[in-house]
């Protein structure tokens, strides 16, 4: 089987995000996705879906963009690439639900091609919960651990290891949930490997909305008070800082004159900041930041 | 008279930190700052004023340090320095009101010594008003222009347009609110002109207060609803983008492990975010967001 090409892939992204829009839709039950084109004048643009009126999903969109054009000098500075042109595709995500009870949770999956054929694919998913639920992280890096094993059994470790370094909050030494995975620049060394990685990436893709139907269902109808709702604003202050100041793809974006609305879909509807918040010792506050630390196998975690 | 010595400074600064708290104290009625001293463990240390409990402000701290020790590698590199040992000192102000009709303000003094000789003042104060005013925003550059003026005549301009380079977010293509005065790296030719910068900034530090009282006094009893309160929402998340994304000495001292709390004590207490928020035309709003803008002379705005 020839190697896709690079248009191909970008189809089957948007294909992909047409999907993961619908289960969304589905899991929630109430809120729908509103479509949102742009183009990029110096070639290429997007549709950013916005998540409207949800039931149990407050804000959030579901990013597709196919880009091409010269190489921006930051992009091939940093990358250290040769200068000519380059296309790049991918689907972000990132969803802030109503109820502390459920997790913040982001993915991403992308390709990246120059014209002298370099190329890469990369990609993530980590959740972020605001109060740290054992069974629900040893649930979700199970479920991460499989679709990595049908691919490469060297995927989980050394991608669960990146997630924890990538999503850190280094001022605050805290990482920003519970991790997941995160790989970059993976590229094949054959057109059969070509298409591994690329059907790797579509089963994260496959993956994603099952696992937040998974905790929409199992954790929506959960009680919670203004306590917990205070608490919910200061971790998504969190998410802000880490997407602010730390994010590789959010830094770069702002850095490049990339789409302001669409790189920061991610920002929560609402944070909060309070000085030197401490939560009282014995809470679940306080379970919650002494288990946002790398290296934490939650696969076998036990309490 | 022999140029005041770097301990000399700190004292200074020290003792304008009090004055400033005690004139915010009054101006807002009822709240108080609660000192939180800190050390670094590589030399010095700071005494964070946190205010709580206000009437007219909401969230907001007057912080002093004076830190010293080896320069730390990012920071040689940055300022392009000799190694050696350096001393900093400085007083910063961030208050966010309750009200949306009353402006978000900032204010630094800062000195800064290399063990070599090299030495610098630095400082400004800009204004965010949730609702650009225009009677405010001449009324504040006039005081500002009035203190610049009796220290050199080419302070004001020079130092306006440098505020409104700094102040800006490139990623809006905004500026952070109505501007003031930025600068830096201003060293002294003789031991009367190091006196003079000094008196300079500690005139800004007198001036500040009063500003600020000005402006509580004159605005914080205006009505205003949810409408307006959202939109302070929205300009409070422009805030944290600016100072998370853009601003130097923030992105600094999370960079060289400053101390987190006492940085992101700039942070106010809510912030919100929406997709493609836009003002309807000819609201207040939209008045706002058409004036933030660089190279407004607001000493001779007419609408």
Redesign the interface.
């Known amino acids: 089987m020839p190697r896709k090409s690079k248009e191909d892939i970008a189809a089957i992204y948007k294909q992909m995000q047409e999907y993961i829009c619908q289960m969304l839709e589905a899991g929630d039950g109430k809120g729908t996705f509103k479509g949102?084109l742009w183009t990029r004048a110096e070639g290429g643009g997007g549709d950013t879906r916005?998540f409207q009126n949800g039931a149990i999903i407050e804000?959030g969109?579901v990013a597709f963009s196919a880009v091409h054009g010269p190489t921006p000098l930051k992009i091939s500075e940093k990358l250290k690439l040769e200068s000519g042109n380059f296309f790049a595709t991918g689907v972000s995500i990132v969803l802030h639900p109503f109820s502390p009870r459920v997790p913040i949770i982001h993915m991403n999956i992308r390709y990246f091609e120059m014209e002298d054929g370099t190329h890469w694919f990369g990609g993530g998913i980590d959740l972020t919960p605001h109060y740290i639920v054992p069974e629900d992280a040893t649930y979700f890096h199970q479920r991460l651990k499989e679709t990595c094993d049908a691919f490469d059994l060297s995927y989980y470790p050394k991608f669960k290891n990146w997630a924890d370094d990538y999503f850190f909050i280094?001022?605050?030494q805290e990482t920003r949930g519970v991790g997941g995975i995160f790989y970059d620049r993976l590229s094949a060394t054959s057109d059969t490997h070509f298409q591994e990685i690329l059907d790797f990436s579509l089963a994260l893709g496959k993956l994603f909305p099952e696992i937040y139907s998974y905790f929409m269902k199992k954790n929506a109808a959960l009680p919670y008070g203004p306590e917990q709702t205070a608490w919910q604003?200061l971790r998504r202050?969190r998410y802000?800082?880490f997407n602010?100041?730390w994010d590789a793809g959010t830094?770069f974006g702002?850095d490049t004159?990339g789409r302001?609305?669409s790189?920061?879909?991610s920002?929560?509807?609402?944070?909060?900041?309070?000085?030197?918040q401490e939560p009282e010792a014995g809470s679940p506050e306080a379970f919650t930041l002494a288990h946002l630390k790398k290296e934490i196998d939650w696969l076998t975690y036990t309490t």
């Open positions: 949102d916005i804000k969109g280094k001022h605050r604003g202050g802000v800082e602010l100041v830094k702002l004159n302001t609305e790189i920061l879909m920002m929560p509807p609402l944070a909060e900041w309070s000085y030197q």
